[in-house]
Every structure is written in structure tokens, then in C-alpha cells.
């Protein structure tokens, strides 16, 4: 029986040992934490074909140099040397073209596609209620220049196939979430996209996991590595050595520096978010919705909970969080939506978590050229819980040598290098 390492228990490392266990393989999840509070619990819980567009377009990056000078920014950078942020910087300029975004549709469009497909079949197990709905999502926009931008974007939804995007105007939204007034000249209704709880559905699959004999090792960080020809034969955590075979890097934010440990070179960066949940909220939302302008995410939640979140810092995994930033995500909903009245919650009610940044948008997934045994499943940014359960069955279809779900061309692990 192979002998799988998977390195990271977020939804990625957990996908991948839920396919990797089916077909027959010993599977070991190793994570420096519990489990219990990583970047896949705190997210907006959007399972969404329609983000085809990755974080790298011409236009973040002029808003980006606007922006980084105010750490309460939606998008911010913070400023500092760092030889990786710099490289990771300039890759991330030059795959900010209009050509590179167009390409980055197809492959994101499928991955989603695949993940929904893949979450849906889920919910038809009896281990697994995780709140999912297949409502769709707005996109709403305050300012003419957003709208003018939300009519290319529904163009362009048509013309890879997600025929059932709609650009509403006023009334139209309005209709949708007649609960509550919004603000806004309209908006993009997304049908193909769907929503769910992800704290229930990180704490069933663990669960799982445990039941059918997956090993799941928390609060042991992996230090090394025992290296023969081309391929990993050890893991070497600070507690335990770990035979393998194979070995899954899904490690999120903390990537980059694992990778360094086998000489590979990875261009990534922490993301740092943020959100808010209202457990039995006052208020009333039909549909998840990105308020464009604010750069904010809402989802109404199992029933009877709202999350707020958002923003993006680029920043280390060392410094600090920035709580000024939590009033400014909740500002911007206030903007959006006049009769939320929600004031910051004490800091321990305040979730932040770091998403794994690529220099292009695009996750690294599969195998590296450097070693024969060791699979790259990381820098999904905002779209990890997306596109989880897709990138574990993939990862699961390269381990085995199976037929791919999907074209991975575009999410080579070494096509930085």
C-alpha cells in the first residue's frame, strides 16, 4: 500500500486525502495546527464558477500603488524589504495583462465547474449536511464605471459558457432581497454559483477522514526532508520521522518556505483576510453578494448566520493583524446595505486567516520536474474552498497516473521558473 504524506489540513490537503484514501492509498495529513481555525473555516464559504478572473489584472495593480499607503485599504501591500515579496511583486505585474487574464478564464471556469460537481455529489452522503445551496450570487456595483465593467463581465460569462448570468438593474435587484434596502445601481446574478457553511463542512470531512483510517497528525511541523535521487523518501516533523512515497504540498501560506526546504522555488505570498459572522442575525439576505466598490463578501449561512468578509494584505505571516481593518469591511457594507448597523465585535469575535497568493492568480498544481514523487497543491488564493474538492480529485488522478478530470497545463508548478 503507497504511502501518501499530505502537508496542510485546509480543504485542499483534505479533498486530496479524501480521493487519495477511496483508491486505496495509506494517507497522513501532518499540520503545524489543530485543524480547527485555519483559512478554510473562516472564508465566504462561495463555491464560484463565475471567478474566472484571478487576482493579477492591469487594473489591481495600479489600485494596488494607490492603495499602499493605507493599511485600511481593501487591497493593501504592506511596505517592506523582502526579497520574496519583490519577486513575487514583478511576476505579478508582468501577469497582470489583459491577454494573461483571458487565458486564466478557461482553466478557472473548469476547476470550478469540477469542484461544484464534485461538492454536490458530496451532499448526497449521509456524512456530510454542510448547508449547501445553489442559489447564485449578485454582483453588485455602485458607480457607472462598475456597471460599464459588469456588462463585459456578463459577456464574457456568456461566451465561456456560464449562459445563465444576468446584469440586473435597480429593480431588478431589489426584487431579489426585498428583506432590506441596498443601495446600488444594480448588479451580475451569477446562477451557476453556490454557497455553503464551511465550518461544518471542514469539521464533517474531518471526520470522516478519521472514520475511514486517514491519519491526521495536528500541532507537528514539518522541518525536513530525506532526499534520494529525485524523489522524497522521509518527512522529518519537530516529533516524528514519516516514511513516503508520495508527498502532497497543500500547505497554504506557509508554502513558499516548504518548498525552499527542497530547493523549489514557489512565488507566493500570504493574503491576509478577514471576516464577521453573525450567529441568529437580526438581518436578512437572500443571496451571497461581492459588493464591488467595497470589495466586500456576504453570505447568509446555514440558516440563520451572515458573514461579512473581505480584503486583501499582502503582508508576512508574522505581523500583526489589523483590527482598523474589520471597520473598514463593515463600512463598506454599511454603504451597500444603509440598514446594517453592525458595530466591530470584540477582537476574539474577528476571524483573519492568510490565503495563499500565486504571482498570477492561478494555483500550482502537480508535479514539479525536480522530484519524481512530490505533487504541489497550493496558491489558490481566494478560491481555495472553491476549488477544493476539484483539486483534491486531480491530485488524487495525478498520484494514481488516471486520466485528468481537466487540463492542468495552466497551473504548472514550475512555470515561474
Same mark, same amino acid.
Given at each position: 500500500?503507497?504511502?501518501?504524506?499530505?502537508?496542510?489540513?485546509?480543504?485542499?490537503?483534505?479533498?486530496? #486525502?479524501?480521493?487519495?484514501?477511496?483508491?486505496?492509498? #495509506?494517507?497522513?495529513?501532518?499540520?503545524?495546527?489543530?485543524?480547527?481555525?485555519?483559512?478554510?473555516?473562516?472564508?465566504?464559504?462561495?463555491?464560484?464558477?463565475?471567478?474566472?478572473?484571478?487576482?493579477?489584472?492591469?487594473?489591481?495593480?495600479?489600485?494596488?500603488?494607490?492603495?499602499?499607503?493605507?493599511?485600511? *485599504?481593501?487591497?493593501?501591500?504592506?511596505?517592506?524589504?523582502?526579497?520574496?515579496?519583490?519577486?513575487?511583486?514583478?511576476?505579478?505585474?508582468?501577469?497582470?495583462?489583459?491577454?494573461?487574464?483571458?487565458? #486564466?478564464?478557461?482553466?478557472?471556469?473548469?476547476?470550478?465547474?469540477? *469542484?461544484?460537481?464534485?461538492?454536490?455529489?458530496?451532499?448526497?452522503?449521509?456524512?456530510?449536511?454542510?448547508?449547501?445551496?445553489?442559489?447564485?450570487?449578485?454582483?453588485?456595483?455602485?458607480?457607472?464605471?462598475?456597471?460599464?465593467?459588469?456588462?463585459?463581465?456578463?459577456?464574457?460569462?456568456? #461566451?465561456?459558457?456560464?449562459?445563465?448570468?444576468?446584469?440586473?438593474?435597480?429593480?431588478?435587484?431589489?426584487?431579489?432581497?426585498?428583506?432590506?434596502?441596498?443601495?446600488?445601481?444594480? !448588479?451580475?446574478?451569477?446562477?451557476?454559483?453556490?454557497?455553503?457553511?464551511?465550518?461544518?463542512?471542514?469539521?464533517?470531512?474531518?471526520?470522516?477522514?478519521?472514520?475511514?483510517?486517514?491519519?491526521?497528525?495536528?500541532?507537528?511541523?514539518?522541518?525536513?526532508?530525506?532526499?534520494?535521487?529525485?524523489?522524497?523518501?522521509?518527512?522529518?516533523?519537530?516529533?516524528?520521522?514519516?516514511?513516503?512515497?508520495?508527498?502532497?504540498?497543500?500547505?497554504?501560506?506557509?508554502?513558499?518556505?516548504? !518548498?525552499?526546504?527542497?530547493?523549489?522555488?514557489?512565488?507566493?505570498?500570504?493574503?491576509?483576510?478577514?471576516?464577521?459572522?453573525?450567529?441568529?442575525?437580526?438581518?436578512?439576505?437572500?443571496?451571497?453578494?461581492?459588493?464591488?466598490?467595497?470589495?466586500?463578501?456576504?453570505?447568509?449561512?446555514?440558516?440563520?448566520?451572515?458573514?461579512?468578509?473581505?480584503?486583501?494584505?499582502?503582508?508576512?505571516?508574522?505581523?500583526?493583524?489589523?483590527?482598523?481593518?474589520?471597520?473598514?469591511?463593515?463600512?463598506?457594507?454599511?454603504?451597500?446595505?444603509?440598514?446594517?448597523?453592525?458595530?466591530?465585535?470584540?477582537?476574539?469575535?474577528?476571524?483573519?486567516?492568510?490565503?495563499?497568493?500565486?504571482?498570477?492568480?492561478?494555483?500550482?498544481?502537480?508535479?514539479?520536474?525536480?522530484?519524481?514523487?512530490?505533487?504541489?497543491?497550493?496558491?489558490?488564493?481566494?478560491?481555495?474552498?472553491?476549488?477544493? !474538492?476539484?483539486?483534491?480529485?486531480?491530485?488524487?488522478?495525478?498520484?494514481?497516473?488516471?486520466?485528468?478530470?481537466?487540463?492542468?497545463?495552466?497551473?504548472?508548478?514550475?512555470?515561474?521558473?
Amino acid at each position: 500500500m503507497s504511502k501518501v504524506i499530505i502537508i496542510g489540513g485546509g480543504i485542499i490537503g483534505l479533498s486530496s #486525502a479524501y480521493y487519495l484514501q477511496q483508491s486505496g492509498h #495509506a494517507v497522513t495529513v501532518i499540520d503545524k495546527t489543530d485543524i480547527t481555525d485555519n483559512c478554510s473555516y473562516g472564508n465566504a464559504g462561495y463555491v464560484c464558477p463565475s471567478h474566472f478572473i484571478p487576482l493579477a489584472t492591469p487594473g489591481i495593480v495600479l489600485q494596488g500603488l494607490k492603495w499602499m499607503f493605507d493599511s485600511t *485599504s481593501p487591497f493593501y501591500v504592506q511596505p517592506r524589504f523582502s526579497k520574496s515579496l519583490i519577486d513575487w511583486g514583478l511576476k505579478f505585474m508582468r501577469s497582470a495583462t489583459d491577454e494573461k487574464v483571458a487565458k #486564466a478564464a478557461v482553466p478557472l471556469r473548469d476547476i470550478a465547474l469540477l *469542484s461544484q460537481r464534485l461538492y454536490e455529489e458530496w451532499t448526497s452522503l449521509p456524512q456530510f449536511k454542510f448547508a449547501y445551496e445553489h442559489k447564485g450570487l449578485l454582483e453588485i456595483f455602485q458607480t457607472e464605471k462598475a456597471k460599464e465593467h459588469a456588462k463585459h463581465t456578463v459577456e464574457k460569462a456568456h #461566451a465561456l459558457g456560464l449562459t445563465d448570468t444576468e446584469l440586473l438593474d435597480y429593480a431588478a435587484l431589489q426584487n431579489k432581497e426585498p428583506q432590506t434596502k441596498i443601495n446600488g445601481l444594480g !448588479a451580475v446574478y451569477f446562477k451557476c454559483d453556490a454557497h455553503l457553511y464551511p465550518n461544518k463542512l471542514m469539521q464533517q470531512l474531518l471526520e470522516h477522514l478519521k472514520n475511514v483510517g486517514v491519519d491526521i497528525v495536528c500541532n507537528e511541523e514539518v522541518v525536513s526532508f530525506e532526499k534520494n535521487s529525485k524523489s522524497i523518501t522521509k518527512v522529518f516533523t519537530d516529533k516524528k520521522v514519516y516514511d513516503a512515497n508520495t508527498v502532497i504540498i497543500a500547505s497554504g501560506s506557509w508554502s513558499r518556505e516548504l !518548498a525552499e526546504k527542497i530547493n523549489l522555488k514557489l512565488p507566493l505570498m500570504p493574503g491576509r483576510g478577514y471576516s464577521v459572522t453573525l450567529e441568529d442575525s437580526p438581518y436578512t439576505i437572500n443571496h451571497p453578494a461581492v459588493l464591488v466598490e467595497g470589495r466586500v463578501a456576504l453570505t447568509p449561512m446555514d440558516g440563520n448566520k451572515i458573514r461579512f468578509g473581505g480584503t486583501m494584505e499582502i503582508t508576512s505571516t508574522q505581523t500583526a493583524p489589523r483590527m482598523n481593518r474589520v471597520e473598514g469591511l463593515l463600512k463598506a457594507v454599511r454603504r451597500f446595505y444603509p440598514e446594517f448597523d453592525i458595530a466591530v465585535p470584540p477582537v476574539e469575535k474577528i476571524w483573519y486567516g492568510f490565503r495563499p497568493c500565486s504571482a498570477d492568480g492561478l494555483p500550482y498544481l502537480g508535479r514539479t520536474n525536480k522530484w519524481k514523487n512530490v505533487v504541489m497543491a497550493t496558491g489558490h488564493s481566494m478560491l481555495g474552498l472553491s476549488l477544493g !474538492a476539484g483539486t483534491g480529485k486531480l491530485i488524487s488522478e495525478i498520484v494514481n497516473e488516471q486520466p485528468l478530470s481537466m487540463d492542468i497545463g495552466p497551473f504548472d508548478p514550475d512555470r515561474f521558473n
